[in-house]
Structures are given as C-alpha cells and as structure tokens.
C-alpha cells in the first residue's frame, strides 16, 4: 500500500454511496471480489484487497452511478395494484402504492402478496394511523407497498378552517416547501442521514425507485386525459386498446400487445388492427408505447375496458 494515502472510513451516507455495487456501476470492470474494506482519501475512493494492495477511484462516476440507481424508472407494471389500478389516495397528501405482484409472473395473481392488495385495496383509507399503515404495507410477512407523497406530507391541521381570522390565513397559506417522501428503506436510510448525504453530493435531494415511478404515472395520466379533453363529444376517435401478460416464468418478459382503431373506441373488433404485428413488446416498451400513442392523438384504454374487445387477447 502507498504509505501517502491517509484512508477515512467511510459513515452510513458514504458506505451507501461508495458500495461495491455503485463501485461495480460505475466502473465496469471493477473486480468485486476479495475487498477487504472501502475508504475514502481526499477525493478518490480506495478499495484495498485482501492482499494489501489497493486501487483508486474517482469519486464522482460513483456518486452518479449512486444517483443514477436510486432514482431509476422501473417498468409501467412494476407499481399497479389488482385491475391495472395506480396508487391511490390516503391522508396527508399521501398514497398506497402497492408493488406490481400481479404482473411478476404468470400465476402471480394467486400469491400470498397479491390476495392480501385485493383483500386490503379499499379499506387502507380506514386506517388514519400512518405508522400502522406503513407496518401494515411493509411488514415482512405482507410486502405489499409503500406510503408516498410525491408532493410531501400535509398535517391534518394544514386543511383550511373556515373560521380561521385574516391573521391565520395568511399564516396558513404561506408558502411551506414540502419535501417528497416515501416509507421505502431506500429513502428512509436518505432521510436519516440527510445531512451526510448532503455533504457529499452537491444539491442532493432524497428520492427512490418509486417517487420516480409515481411522477411518471403521474405525468401519463395528465397527458392521457389531456389528449382525451380534445377528443370530440364523448368518444375518442382515435384509440388504442392494450392488454398484458406477465413472464411466463422468471427467465422470460411478459407481452404487451397493442390494438389500434380510428372508429373509436366503441368500434367493433374488425375495425381494430394490430399496432405493429411483427414486433414483440414487453413491459419495458409500455411507457415509449403509451407516449407514442398521446403524442399522436390516440387514447389508451386497458382492453378488459372494451368489452366488444374481449375475444382479441389469448393468453
Ligand atoms: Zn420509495
């Protein structure tokens, strides 16, 4: 080992940053193997190896890559609940999001996981306790979801009170930033060591798989119903039907196949033609698909929606 290098150990924040995994990200052929700690030394990460020697890294790629995996997008079906169903509103400017098991696998939706979303989807609302909910949606045993708030969290006592005087208007509506927040571990270990994390990445703000996901979603809702406010009378002309099938098993993608029509969406079945028969689209296509259709004037509509539809789609 060079005898110059001065190695710091590395506190919570900079051992989830500078892991052997956003190590291995950033650099792709980092050797993982026989790493007898990681520090820091100046500006360089240093991994030194079971036999002594060690090697230095550029801080930065690994931040990024750090930045980069949190706040990744996952796929369209990766965060629906039963029925192709989004997150949905709780208390506190807060959402159940529940964790796409019916689509994990063809026969996913008998699991333990999914039974448990059917049976709890309409009665989380009931339960005003967020610390019970949060157990009740990330207990080992249940796994099913998260509590977020893309928008961060309003108290009970934010809500407007119509008897409030002039004075306490202005009080309560002057402008709080809410931060986003999620219940996940990922963002809970940010939060935790916010002010580490801050330290080390420049403008760092805390995020998670799914505060990415939901502003997506968020954002293809927006622009769905959008398209659809300029459709004339109540009939989207122009509509795409869409169906899925999870993977088969865990070695393969799941199908994702698209109907098309210009007669709108009340068209029966031979006025709708396959968007793009040769090709085979997966999860991973849904959201560029979904954009796509918008982005030329055409509406989504899930095919179970389209009852005329209903013998177009074999599993
Ligand atoms: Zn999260």
Redesign the pocket.
């Known amino acids: 080992m060079s005898t110059d290098l001065k190695l710091t150990p590395l506190n919570q924040a900079q051992s989830l940053i500078y892991s052997r995994t956003n190590l291995r990200r950033a650099y792709q052929d980092f050797d993982d193997s026989d790493i007898s700690g990681i520090y820091l030394s100046d500006d360089k990460v240093v991994v030194v190896r079971n036999d002594g020697s060690d090697q230095s890294f550029s801080v930065d790629p690994v931040r990024q890559s750090f930045v980069d995996y949190t706040s990744r997008l996952k796929n369209f079906f990766a965060y629906l609940g039963p029925n192709f169903r989004g997150p949905s509103i709780w208390h506190n400017n807060c959402y159940v999001m529940f964790k796409g098991w019916h689509y994990t696998h063809a026969l996913a939706h008998s699991s333990h996981n999914a039974r448990l979303q059917r049976q709890w989807a309409d009665k989380f609302i009931h339960i005003t306790d967020a610390n019970k909910l949060i157990s009740l949606l990330q207990a080992p045993e249940a796994d099913i979801g998260?509590l977020?708030a893309p928008d961060g969290i309003t108290r009970q006592d934010d809500t407007i009170d119509l008897d409030a005087t002039d004075e306490q208007e202005e009080k309560n509506s002057s402008p709080v930033q809410l931060q986003p927040y999620?219940?996940?571990g990922?963002?809970t270990r940010q939060l935790e060591n916010l002010f580490d994390f801050a330290a080390e990445i420049k403008g760092f703000e805390p995020t998670?798989?799914?505060?990415t996901w939901f502003k997506r979603y968020r954002a293809f809702l927006a622009k769905r119903a959008e398209v659809r406010s300029t459709c004339r009378g109540q009939v989207a002309q122009q509509a795409v039907a869409w169906w899925y099938a999870p993977p088969a098993d865990h070695l393969s993608k799941g199908k994702f196949l698209v109907l098309y029509t210009t007669q709108g969406s009340m068209a029966p079945i031979k006025q709708w033609r396959t968007y793009k028969p040769n090709e085979v689209f997966t999860e991973e296509h849904a959201w560029n698909l979904f954009d796509n259709m918008l982005d030329n004037g055409f509406v989504p509509f899930p095919g179970q929606a389209l009852p005329q539809l209903s013998g177009a789609f074999k599993k």
Request: net charge neutral; aromatic share 10%; with cysteine.
């Open positions: 998260h977020v999620c219940s996940c990922s963002f998670c798989i799914h505060i």
